[in-house]
């Protein structure tokens, strides 16, 4: 079919949507430059206009844009622009501001949360508000009493997986210790929410499904967050199109339907039985102080599967990094095993994380694990809704997602000197010296919307760092600092070249 002038009807049409599209582009250009409430602030005239700019890095060069930002800082200042809607802030006396208590009301960012793709947990709730409800009846399972009731299963799982080591010290190529401390921290949160574990620090190569499933989701949540649609969606699509999209998406699918059973078979455990449940889950669903929008199962598993893909990987990696310096440098696991002696000499009981915590240098060593760890390591910015925010001689409109980096504090040489170096002494020279160096950090974020599992995630540390340390001898195998340090992020950091993890060898009960 021709038009009267002779062209193809099909390819004028294309002429003309690409004409459209440069239109917009240009006209989006002009806003964003020149009439944005934005404009005024600093930054890279590309990184103004739409998400362009982020696209190529944190997309088309693997998750550096952090990197970029801190260019941009070094350039511009503490406040830079960081696309048409974005501020980007470094400074750690106004991180507190940033990510604020219950005193403003402050919502998160669709664009930074969808990559997710789980909708209705407390984790991706934008609404301030909604959040807060959500978060109040998961809360009570998170604070120090419940998780001190916990800390024997933390235990116990801690003694089965020193065992396990021991039996596996023959390995040639030495044993994935990050992959065994994710299958102790999966037992431990999935008994957290279940009453039950799977016992996956006793599988073959501590073999763990469901980590494979939040590995699948870190590796294009660069890419999901940048969708023009809710990613959640994907989920929805037959397996047989989802397979030809996203062809590693179906560890996450198998993973849901496995939770979804385990969920269902609770509630009728529990129903059956006739008595409350030690789970979170399945209490959440039955208690009547919960409105029944929130007992849908579809919400409650996007709950479950959020927390317990946050508290396995996270703490897997905190551990890591700690047991990797211990072992890098032997005079800092000598002088703990020396603290952990002098407190007590019998290795065989139970450790509290509460008596682990008043040892000083045990103390110490957790914090500076836990700040080279850095948990999410993009950025999550938030927004007050309701009143400008005032820096220095900025004025910060209502409704601006603005964002601090937990990498670039952490790593802030005016508040931790020798940043990259781990020196839990730093901890204790703050101390005598009255600095409260804890207020700088942000690991878990800060705020209202700070990591609800903290407390869990301290007391795993504690207690797992204390045992090994007291009563296994191992070296490093083919592990150097590269595996550890974080190159590229995927909402958490991930080394330039291969995958996060420590591998260990020649394991043996310490005499």
Same mark, same amino acid.
């Given at each position: 079919?021709?038009?009267?002038?002779?062209?193809?009807?099909?390819?004028?049409?294309?002429?003309?949507?690409?004409?459209?599209?440069?239109?917009?582009?240009?006209?989006?250009?002009?806003?964003?430059?020149?009439?944005?409430?934005?404009?005024?602030?600093?930054?890279?005239?590309?990184?103004?206009?739409?998400?362009?700019?982020?696209?190529?890095?944190?997309?088309?060069?693997?998750?550096?844009?952090? %990197?970029?930002?801190?260019?941009?800082?070094?350039?511009?200042?503490?406040?830079?622009?960081?696309?048409?809607?974005?501020?980007?802030?470094?400074?750690?006396?106004?991180?507190?501001?940033?990510?604020?208590?219950?005193?403003?009301?402050?919502?998160?960012? %669709?664009?930074?949360?969808?990559?997710?793709?789980?909708?209705?947990?407390?984790?991706?709730?934008?609404?301030?508000?909604?959040?807060?409800?959500?978060?109040?009846?998961?809360?009570?399972?998170?604070?120090?009493?419940?998780?001190?009731?916990?800390?024997?299963?933390?235990?116990?799982?801690?003694?089965?997986?020193?065992?396990?080591?021991?039996?596996?010290?023959?390995?040639?190529?030495?044993?994935?210790?990050?992959?065994?401390?994710?299958?102790?921290?999966?037992?431990?949160?999935?008994?957290?929410?279940?009453?039950?574990?799977?016992?996956?620090?006793?599988?073959?190569?501590?073999?763990?499904?469901?980590?494979?499933?939040?590995?699948?989701?870190?590796?294009?949540?660069?890419?999901?967050?940048?969708?023009?649609?809710?990613?959640?969606l994907l989920k929805r699509l037959p397996n047989s199109v989802l397979d030809w999209i996203v062809p590693s998406f179906?560890?996450?699918?198998?993973?849901?339907?496995?939770?979804?059973?385990?969920?269902?078979?609770?509630?009728?455990?529990?129903?059956?039985?006739?008595?409350?449940?030690?789970?979170?889950?399945?209490?959440?669903?039955?208690?009547?102080?919960?409105?029944?929008?929130?007992?849908?199962?579809?919400?409650?598993?996007?709950?479950?599967?959020?927390?317990?893909?946050?508290?396995?990987?996270?703490?897997?990696?905190?551990?890591?990094?700690?047991?990797?310096? *211990?072992?890098?440098?032997?005079?800092?696991?000598?002088?703990?095993?020396?603290?952990?002696?002098?407190?007590?000499?019998?290795?065989?009981?139970? %450790?509290?994380?509460?008596?682990?915590?008043?040892?000083?240098?045990?103390?110490?060593?957790?914090?500076?694990?836990?700040?080279?760890?850095?948990?999410?390591?993009?950025?999550?910015?938030?927004?007050?809704?309701?009143?400008?925010?005032?820096?220095?001689?900025?004025?910060?409109?209502?409704?601006?997602?603005?964002?601090?980096?937990?990498?670039?504090?952490?790593?802030?040489?005016?508040?931790?000197?020798?940043?990259?170096?781990?020196?839990?002494?730093? %901890?204790?020279?703050?101390?005598?010296?009255?600095?409260? *160096?804890?207020?700088?950090?942000?690991?878990?974020?800060?705020?209202?919307?700070?990591? *609800?599992?903290?407390?869990?995630?301290?007391?795993?540390?504690?207690?797992?760092?204390?045992?090994?340390?007291?009563? *296994?001898?191992?070296?490093?195998?083919?592990?150097?600092?590269?595996?550890?340090?974080?190159?590229?992020?995927?909402?958490?950091?991930?080394?330039?070249?291969?995958?996060?993890?420590?591998?260990?060898?020649?394991i043996q009960v310490a005499v």
């Open positions: 079919m021709e038009s009267s002038g002779g062209r193809p009807l099909l390819q004028q049409t294309v002429v003309l949507v690409v004409i459209l599209f440069v239109l917009c582009l240009a006209l989006q250009c002009l806003y964003d430059i020149f009439l944005h409430p934005l404009r005024k602030f600093p930054g890279p005239r590309l990184a103004a206009v739409g998400r362009w700019y982020e696209f190529y890095f944190d997309v088309v060069r693997d998750g550096s844009y952090l %990197w970029e930002i801190e260019r941009m800082h070094g350039m511009y200042g503490p406040v830079v622009r960081i696309n048409s809607r974005c501020l980007h802030i470094h400074d750690p006396q106004y991180y507190a501001t940033v990510y604020a208590g219950s005193n403003r009301k402050t919502n998160k960012e %669709w664009a930074s949360v969808a990559g997710y793709t789980f909708p209705h947990s407390t984790l991706q709730t934008i609404d301030h508000d909604l959040h807060r409800k959500r978060r109040a009846v998961i809360n009570p399972y998170f604070g120090k009493r419940a998780v001190t009731a916990l800390e024997p299963t933390i235990n116990e799982r801690v003694e089965v997986l020193c065992s396990r080591l021991v039996e596996l010290k023959g390995k040639p190529d030495g044993i994935n210790l990050t992959a065994a401390f994710a299958a102790l921290a999966g037992d431990v949160i999935n008994f957290h929410f279940y009453g039950s574990h799977l016992d996956t620090v006793s599988a073959e190569d501590f073999h763990f499904p469901y980590r494979e499933a939040i590995d699948e989701l870190l590796n294009i949540y660069n890419i999901t967050r940048f969708l023009p649609f809710d990613p959640a179906a560890p996450v699918l198998t993973a849901r339907n496995e939770q979804r059973m385990r969920v269902q078979t609770a509630i009728e455990q529990m129903e059956r039985a006739g008595k409350a449940s030690r789970g979170v889950i399945v209490s959440a669903l039955l208690d009547d102080k919960v409105p029944a929008a929130e007992k849908d199962v579809e919400r409650l598993l996007d709950e479950g599967e959020t927390i317990i893909g946050a508290g396995i990987d996270t703490t897997a990696r905190a551990l890591s990094v700690a047991t990797f310096h *211990l072992l890098n440098d032997k005079s800092h696991l000598r002088r703990l095993r020396a603290a952990l002696k002098d407190q007590r000499n019998d290795r065989d009981k139970a %450790w509290s994380a509460a008596e682990l915590e008043a040892i000083p240098f045990m103390r110490a060593v957790v914090q500076e694990a836990l700040r080279l760890t850095y948990s999410i390591v993009s950025r999550i910015p938030r927004i007050a809704t309701e009143e400008a925010l005032a820096y220095n001689e900025y004025n910060i409109p209502p409704g601006t997602p603005v964002s601090q980096s937990t990498y670039l504090i952490n790593n802030d040489p005016t508040i931790f000197p020798n940043p990259h170096m781990f020196d839990p002494d730093r %901890w204790l020279r703050a101390e005598q010296e009255g600095v409260h *160096l804890d207020k700088y950090m942000v690991s878990f974020s800060k705020g209202t919307r700070a990591c *609800l599992g903290m407390n869990l995630a301290y007391a795993a540390l504690y207690i797992t760092i204390a045992k090994f340390a007291s009563s *296994l001898d191992m070296d490093l195998v083919g592990t150097t600092a590269e595996n550890i340090q974080v190159g590229r992020t995927r909402l958490l950091g991930f080394p330039k070249a291969g995958k996060f993890a420590v591998h260990v060898g020649r």
